[in-house]
């Protein structure tokens, strides 16, 4: 039976840990920070897990949170303009938002409760090289461990050098709950702002994500001293809502309205990489990278946590099913997870690019016709059939008749 050091203790290194774990395989996950250190710690991102990953978590029985008062059922697009676009579209199954201090901690705890082990370990490139020597095979999924070079950067599969969106996220109170319950994503020439509902160890509360375009007037929130100046911040962001998203402004009460715990503030901006899938270290040991060591996609499509997940699972049945764990093992497994990713990532560069003609004219579309707008929200949970909807005019013509067709 081989033996699995899994370096990162997010979605990604949980979820592959959690399913060798079913198949009776050793796995240890080393882990930056204890579970106590993540719950206490400042939010590491606000992701929405679609259908087909809380599917995957109830496969792995961590399904804690899958009751009716925490699923989202569609999302909401808003964009001004003539015409204007306005549309809720339906999800084929639940997504569910989780703090993650909240969901990687109890993720963790079931890990360990079911026999397994974890210690924690800076995933630098000595120690990763060091703890190889232990295991059959290293499995990266630190986002940490891009800097150490492990993994370079994949130009024919990277275009983009540099952040094409600078981002503010945060949880707050004093947004008012929609029924049903959806993420509301707004469009504008500055950039998109969406919120939704997020279950946190408070219970819950909204997050909202602004993803500003460089150099303009949204972007002034990630450079924004919250801790220093928590009420200018707060007054600030209110009124760029106002101006850009001014359907959400008005769900959110003045008197109300705040982040949630001093801290609660995510500001920053990253640049869309792929990196390459896999290297052999130092100690002849093969270390395959996934989740953000691998992939790391703009959140403007919610994808990282979902794409993470179905990887993890992937590269589980990979282990369970091969070996010796050599390089033509990793250049396969690398090879398979590739043909998952590259949808979601062409689809992710796509949205984050200029805007192309035949996806504003799916907007327009399902802001008429309520087939195409659950249609297209539909397959947020089912990515690659996103991307054939939309690679193309000619796919986009294609995929409109069939839906209305269908209908």
Not at 101 to 109: A, E, F, I, Q
Not at 203 to 211: C, D, I
Not at 305 to 325: D, K, M, T
């Amino acid at each position: 039976m081989p033996d699995i050091a899994i370096v990162g203790a997010g979605v990604s290194g949980l979820h592959l840990a959690l399913r060798l774990q079913q198949a009776g395989v050793n796995t240890t996950v080393y882990a930056e920070r204890s579970p106590e250190e993540v719950a206490k710690g400042r939010p590491l991102s606000l992701p929405v897990r679609f259908g087909r990953t809380v599917r995957r978590e109830r496969e792995l029985g961590v399904a804690h949170w899958d009751q009716p008062e925490n699923h989202t059922l569609g999302v909401r697009l808003v964009a001004a303009g003539d015409p204007r676009i306005d549309f809720l579209g339906h999800l084929d199954a639940p997504a569910s938002g989780i703090d993650l201090r909240l969901y990687l901690p109890r993720l963790t705890s079931d890990y360990l409760e079911r026999g397994g082990r974890l210690e924690v370990l800076s995933p630098d490139a000595a120690e990763i090289d060091r703890i190889s020597l232990d295991h059959d095979l290293v499995v990266v999924a630190s986002g940490r461990s891009a800097r150490t070079g492990l993994f370079p950067r994949d130009p024919e599969r990277s275009p983009y050098t540099e952040p094409q969106r600078i981002l503010t996220a945060g949880l707050f109170h004093g947004i008012a709950p929609v029924e049903p319950s959806h993420i509301h994503f707004q469009v504008s020439e500055a950039g998109e702002i969406f919120s939704t509902r997020i279950l946190t160890a408070d219970g819950p509360v909204h997050g909202m994500v602004v993803e500003a375009l460089p150099g303009g007037p949204l972007e002034q929130l990630a450079s924004y001293d919250h801790a220093g100046d928590l009420a200018g911040f707060e007054k600030t962001l209110l009124s760029l809502v106002g101006e850009f998203a001014p359907d959400l402004r008005e769900r959110i009460d003045d008197s109300e309205f705040g982040v949630i715990r001093p801290g609660d503030v995510i500001q920053g901006g990253l640049t869309p990489t792929v990196r390459r899938g896999w290297t052999t270290l130092p100690s002849g040991r093969v270390a395959v990278a996934l989740g953000d060591a691998w992939v790391l996609n703009d959140p403007l499509t919610g994808q990282g946590a979902n794409l993470g997940s179905r990887c993890a699972f992937e590269l589980a049945e990979l282990i369970v099913a091969a070996g010796p764990f050599d390089a033509a093992f990793a250049e396969r497994a690398s090879a398979e997870l590739w043909r998952i990713a590259e949808p979601v990532v062409a689809w992710s560069n796509l949205n984050i690019g200029p805007p192309p003609e035949h996806l504003g004219a799916v907007f327009v579309t399902a802001t008429g016709d309520q087939r195409v707008a659950d249609a297209f929200v539909t397959n947020f949970n089912h990515p690659a059939a996103m991307w054939e909807a939309i690679k193309s005019s000619e796919a986009t013509e294609s995929w409109l008749r069939n839906v209305t067709a269908a209908g």
